[in-house]
């Protein structure tokens, strides 16, 4: 049995005529220890897709199984990172970590949490913060807090819907490092929503296109058969990575160009440009 399953997964909004199907017949198993990013267009229903597998969002049909138990309300055994930053403004950056370490470690000292809480702010670098409260705070170092805070409660499966597209392409890099690093270390089980190809490739051991809804549903898995770690910059010059990612834009294109065709609706395309890793991730 895998890690998550997600069986025959839909998802509907509203009744009767006024019924919209989010998403539609979603099957996709994740093993333990696995490394998986969904790439989606804009609109498509990741977020939604990612409420159901944490619990906060009922299925209309199918079902989504987390260690062999059927999801029903959100754990810390699966810790979400949003694209919102979710923080108390009346906390300071310490304690908005903190609160989350309590919740998740109850019977740790205040002692230990908060030394678990600097660790973790420590990590995404932001200890001059570690005083100052959301408001004192740009956009980034309001996310890098949220990712911090997800991490600190140790959770078995890491979901991430689209964490890092507000940050700039250093602190990106660098967080995309830490995730890797964290998860290379304990292997937990990970999901990132993501609609930047390139931060997929680079991140997971597999891709799969979210197919533009309303009815959408997952496409062809896109397997990423790159020796880990990765080098950022030497993926340039690698072959298995610039075929692999032609072929997942080329997907993209086919099945955009597809709904743009039978819609009147325009679908914003993933990131798919080409680019250069060397100076998007260069230190």
Not at 24 to 34: A, F, Q, W, Y
Not at 58 to 85: C, L, M, W
Not at 108 to 120: C, F, G, I, Q, V
């Amino acid at each position: 049995m895998a890690f998550l399953e997600l069986n025959n997964l839909s998802k509907t909004y509203g009744n009767g005529a006024k019924a919209t199907e989010v998403l539609s017949n979603i099957n996709l198993h994740i093993e333990e220890g696995e490394f998986v990013a969904i790439v989606g267009f804009s609109g498509s229903g990741k977020t939604t897709l990612v409420n159901l597998i944490n619990g906060l969002l009922e299925p209309t049909n199918g079902e989504a199984i987390y260690k062999g138990n059927r999801v029903v309300g959100t754990s810390h055994d699966r810790g979400v990172i949003f694209q919102n930053y979710s923080l108390l403004p009346w906390l300071t950056v310490l304690q908005n970590v903190a609160i989350a370490v309590k919740e998740a470690f109850p019977k740790k000292s205040k002692k230990n949490r908060d030394a678990l809480a600097k660790e973790y702010i420590e990590m995404v670098s932001l200890t001059p913060a570690l005083h100052k409260r959301p408001k004192e705070l740009s956009g980034g170092m309001k996310q890098r807090v949220a990712v911090a805070r997800s991490l600190a409660m140790d959770p078995e499966m890491i979901i991430m819907d689209e964490p890092l597209g507000a940050l700039d392409a250093l602190t990106r890099g660098n967080l995309q490092d830490e995730i890797l690093n964290i998860w290379s270390k304990s292997k937990r089980t990970a999901l990132l929503i993501t609609n930047d190809v390139d931060e997929g490739m680079y991140m997971a051991d597999r891709i799969i296109p979210l197919r533009p809804g309303p009815n959408a549903t997952l496409g062809p898995e896109f397997k990423i058969n790159i020796d880990r770690p990765r080098n950022k910059i030497a993926l340039n010059d690698n072959e298995e990575f610039k075929k692999t990612r032609n072929n997942i834009i080329e997907y993209l294109m086919e099945i955009g160009n597809e709904r743009t065709t039978n819609s009147d609706e325009i679908y914003e395309l993933p990131n798919i440009e080409p680019t250069d890793l060397r100076w998007r991730f260069k230190r």
